[in-house]
Nanobody, 123 residues
Framework: VQLQASGGGLVLPGGSLTLSCAAS????????IGWFRQAPGKEREFVAA???????KYTDSMKGRFTISRDNAKNTVYLQMNSLKPEDTAVYFC??????????????????WGQGTLVTVSS
């Protein structure tokens, strides 16, 4: 599967942004799709995941602000981000895995990665 992340940009604090992760070469329903982010000088961290069966998982600090969803017809997973803060500034990556659900927050378990899309939250 090939993944293409898009939708990043510059947004004001408190604003919203929706990232897209479009898959090709295979059905996105065959994978768990995860979103990760990496801020400058920091390690890559887990943001959210959408399981092949429809399960969702979020990092605690993003619950209530971020929503992950999937459009099977478009073979795309989305990350809706609301109430953005400057500390959300990072390069966001989407990735695909078939690992068991309990390990979907581990980036090392993902085999397929899209290129990153930069999100900058600044006034």
């Amino acid at each position: 599967v090939q993944l293409q992340a898009s939708g990043g940009g510059l947004v004001l604090p408190g604003g919203s942004l929706t990232l897209s992760c479009a898959a090709s070469g295979s059905s996105i329903r065959s994978y768990t799709i995860g979103w990760f982010r990496q801020a400058p000088g920091k390690e890559r961290e887990f943001v959210a995941a959408f399981g092949w069966s429809g399960n969702t998982k979020y990092t605690d600090s993003m619950k209530g602000r971020f929503t992950i969803s999937r459009d099977n017809a478009k073979n795309t997973v989305y990350l809706q981000m609301n109430s953005l803060k400057p500390e959300d500034t990072a390069v966001y990556f989407c990735a695909a895995t078939t690992v068991v659900w309990g390990r979907v927050s581990e980036d090392a378990r993902y085999l397929y990665w899209g290129q990153g899309t930069l999100v900058t939250v600044s006034s």
